[in-house]
């Protein structure tokens, strides 16, 4: 898309469709102006993407690479760019940049594992994307499980794609749970942390998680009490960014910059920076 | 007269602390060289022997940390205070951003602070040491041996135009108690009134576009003390750390001086701590020579709980076309 | 080397601005300079220290990236940057001339920010020999030479020339130019200047402050050491030392609207100020003790760190100088280096 040369002037998309998720969050698949796919992408990475006199925002790109049509990016509504982004109506033009950012190690340290996906609320986004292109390239992992939470069944983020596709697909397990009881919700009740400690996995996997702070904690804990290292747990961190390619030094923490050696980061590599994220 | 020197001070602070009267209290620390004074705030006497300084170098004004630091616990807190350091001190009990009873004040005896940029102006870098002896500043120098200077020279601008040497609020002082004084303070601001406007302009211009938006100015003023300032709001649309063109250079600096109008007292911490030398005072001091011409001599910090002119309606106030004629004079 | 006498100062500067812009220190007030395009009859300041660093000619404090235009649901980019010409930067101090290494290393590694780049590509940096160091000075701790500065051409001034020696081919093609109002010269005086600092330069007082314990991988030595609370007890919050820095470079990027359109533009940040890190979702340095501790340790050990141990400081003293409450950078070394200021 955009020369490398250029990293800060972005390119021109448009927002091509946009998917109501949850009451708070919205699902924008964007193409550049001519119907193309805006640049290739690993799982994890990021994109900034504005509106000019609004603002710029660093995003995790929620579509998986293995998708050659088009890219999406599911936004929570919390800031100003968010906001602006909600209210837009599909045919809007928005500028993008990137992608950035380490992504998961899909290609290396994923391969041939178990794999554990832990996610909270809009937590799921970015593990959207490491699980469709482990779902796309199937043969490479083994099994897979998705543990994953929200306040509410109104909140849980690709109800749709959960229900339809995750649900459907006999090799991958799914585990569902919101906060508290609800009307015409059957499935499991409680913190996903609980639920982890409860469903009792098997130390051998390679876990991905993403989520609120106080979620990641507490299941950091559970997964450890299950006799997981930090060398099997994969996180992505959200710091305030600026310029997305490790210059603007807004989220250095320790030596790294989360938007160009993060933001997945092993535990064991967070938990050599200093706690400032 | 005793001479009011550091030790007095410490000896005074260490009463203090041992009959519990207070558990901490702000000082100034001594630096590497003679001039680099940091305030700070000591525990024990212990601490002050080894840091603490009173000296020609003691300018900063200590009156703005107490807002955060009386918050922080039930114990009080000491604090020296220079004449017109309880102005702001002051002020600010007259607009509740502390509490009185959360500070112990002991009032310390000031013939003005000395400026080291007017050293460096007079003798270049390079300076080993500053003494002063009488009314006079030996300062060693790296190249050219020892040098002298009449200290009435090298003065701080604002201690230049003193405008008072008497304290306006103190638990205890330490030494006589001066005079407020007649001062020149508003000669600078005539000069700049009898240019033309064009004039006053490119002047302000020049100024102001050497500003880089440090806010220190800000951060320094003991008139600043909103919790959040609308310059760091994001929310607010004219929050810039850098100006995005000429006026957004200028605003800020006339923001500021119309918020703190009929608040600022005058105590010259602004230009003191401006890395680029702006002369930021003047702006302020234009408001309140207005004030003073428009509403009667008023002196904000000189009374707990006056009202200022601007903030208090009488049926003598002048009229707002008055106003105008008169600030084009 | 080349000479050039000083009663010839302006005419090899009317020279070089005769084909580039130049830029050179100029008084301002009472002993402040800083730089300043050169016009004819300007006179060239011998202050130490300009009060912001030459980084403003390279990385300005604010510099407009971009435009848009917007009509409807459509958005257009402008990128209106003009063709770039060569410029002379004279005059500038040994420690400042070493900043621009720090900022390359930032600016220039990929994706290179080509907003910086082109300025270095185009700028030519005529360092100056530090003839009087002051008291605040203390680049030897950083392995800086003021009495060889690094530059494309060096210069000695003495009483009466200034001496050019040319370090780069820039340098080479510049000095190339200026062979009118410049004599061929055995550099001999500019030797015994260079002695004369070097004399200098051990018996200023912070002569001895070394780095040695800070450095690459040294996060957990200091990053909990209590003294940050008495260190950044005083501290205003205010930019003061990151704008004067001459190797700050942390920036925001926003946008301003026009009247036809709107202008994205960056401006220098400071990680001291409160709404740095500050999220919709939180606020990761939530006191100013965090915020301190993260410029100092980002100069002394993170960007160590990431560069092969080069430190993000080249003590050229501006902070000392102007911090409102003079806190700097070698109070914190020595505090944290456990030697007692007395």
Redesign the interface.
Known sequence: MNN?????????CEIVAIRQDTPDVKTFRVLTPDGKKPFIHKPGQCAMLS??????ALFSITSSPTNKEYIEFSIKK???VTEWLHAA?V?????VRGPYGNGFPVETEFKGKDMLFIAGGIGLAPVRSVINYVRDNRANYGKVDIVYGSRSKDDLVFFEEIINEWKNDPTVNVHLTIDREQEGWDGHVGFVPSYVKELGFDSNKTAVLCGP?IMIKFTLQGLAELGFSNEQVFTTL???M??G???????????KYVCKDGPVFRMDQLE???D?? | MQKINREVLINKANELLSNGTINRVFGWEKGDFSYDVTPTIYFTADQMNKKFIFDDFCGANFSKYLVAETKKDQNKVGVFLKPCDTYSFNQLLTEHRFDKEKVYAIGVPCDGMVDEKKIKAFFGEGISSITSEGDEIIVDTLYDGVKKVKKADVLQERCQNCKSKKHVYYDELIGEDGEVLDSNRFDEVEKLEKMTADERFAFWQNELSKCIRCNACRDVCPACTCEKCVFNN??SGVENKSPANEFEEKMFHIIRAFHVAGRCTDCGECSRVCPQGIPLHLLNRKFIKDINSFYGNYQAGEQEGSRAPLTNYTKEDLEPSEAVNKGDN | MRKCLLQNQNKLFDQISSFASLYIPVETTGGNASFKKYEQGMVMSDVLKTDRSPKDLFFPQTEN??E?K?SG?????I?NRKESEDFVVFGVRGCDVKSFEVLDR??L???????YATRREHGIIVSMACGRPAETCFCQTFGIDASAPEGDIVCYKTEDALYLDAKTEKGKNLLSKLADVTEESDGKEALKQKEQIKTVLAKLPLANLKADSFGKDK?KEF?DAPEWQILSKSCLGCGTCTFVCPTC???????F?TKD??Q?F?CW?S?MYSE???????Q??LTQL?RFR?RF??KL???P??NDGLFSCVGCGRCISKCPISMNIVKVMKALGGIDNE
């Open positions: 490398i040369n250029e990293a800060l002037i972005p390119a021109v509106m000019p006199g609004v603002g710029e919390c800031g100003c109506e045919g809007q033009q928005i500028t702070p959200e710091l305030r600026k310029c390619i490790g210059k603007c030094g807004r989220c250095n923490v320790g030596s050599e920076l200093p400032e994220y | 994001p929310n | 990236l971009m848009f917007t649901k459509n958005i257009e980019v990128d930032v600016f590694v990929e994706p290179v920010d080509t907003y996060t990053f470079q942390c920036y925001d990027i926003k946008d609207k359109g709107v994205r960056r940040d990680c740095f890190t500050k999220m919709s979702a939180g990761p340095r965090e993260q340790m980002h050990v993170y960007y760190t990431n």
